[in-house]
């Protein structure tokens, strides 16, 4: 079991918006504003989308955004694309000293 | 361009030890900026951390593995290795080795990934 809990799947129509949740505890995503998303494909290694709750690294396109709220972060891809098709994960530092606190991975399917 | 590649047996047996590389391009293991980690992958479940590197040695575990893992790090060949002792099915995965950048909890960038399977 995920130290995170994310929904298993989500879906959307190009164009449209879609919003992934992640939810922790107290002891990651309430206390730190270190929470990171990362895009995986079929077959590819996982991509580093956003960082330290919002931010994008260079080349991330604006679609992807990000917040926490509370224990709760949430990714949102805007304008969705075939492309954006994929499983994304959220992980957070922890209190519990152990790095990557992963959520279970939530799959995106674009109809 | 910082890249990583794994390198090791895609087939270990039960009980046996697992032993991975990982060579780092691009950036020095020693410059002390990051971490560096391995992170699993079972087929068609998600993302497990197992542990992290520093330059000096120092190594962070999940708990849940720390006693069958030891990680080590060459700086002369810029590489660091991952070792994971009586293996079983279970322990059968995708495994990636990654940069970590603690500061900022972000994993980044990724290796390609290398299939360990554990079988007899």
């Known amino acids: 079991q995920s130290a995170l809990t994310q929904p298993a799947s989500v879906s959307g129509s190009p164009g449209q918006s879609i919003t992934i949740s992640c939810t922790g505890t107290?002891?990651?995503?309430?206390?730190?504003?270190?929470v990171s998303w990362y895009q995986q494909h079929p077959g590819k290694a996982p991509k580093l989308i956003i960082y330290e709750v919002s931010n994008r690294p260079s080349g991330v396109p604006d679609r992807f955004s990000a917040s926490k709220s509370g224990n709760t972060a949430s990714l949102t891809v805007s304008g969705l694309q075939a492309e954006d098709e994929a499983t994304y994960y959220c992980?957070?530092?922890?209190?519990?000293?152990?790095?990557?606190?992963f959520g279970g991975g939530t799959k995106l399917t674009v109809l | 361009q910082v890249q990583l590649q794994e390198s090791g047996p895609g087939l270990v047996k039960p009980s046996q030890t697992l032993s991975l590389t990982c060579t780092v391009s691009?950036?020095?293991?020693?410059?002390?900026?990051?971490?560096w980690s391995w992170i699993r992958q079972p087929s068609g479940k998600g993302l497990e951390w197992i542990g992290s590197i520093y330059y000096s040695g120092g190594t962070y575990y999940n708990p849940s593995l720390k006693s069958r893992v030891i990680m080590s790090v060459d700086t002369s060949r810029n590489q660091f290795s991952l070792k994971l002792s009586s293996v079983t099915a279970a322990d059968t995965a995708v495994y990636f080795c990654v940069r970590y950048y603690q500061l900022l909890n972000w994993f980044d960038p990724w290796g390609q990934g290398t299939l360990v399977t554990v079988s007899s």
């Open positions: 691009g950036d020095s293991i020693s410059s002390g900026n990051y971490f």
């Open positions: 992980n957070s530092y922890s209190s519990s000293g152990t790095f990557g606190v």
């Open positions: 107290s002891s990651d995503i309430g206390i730190y504003n270190y």
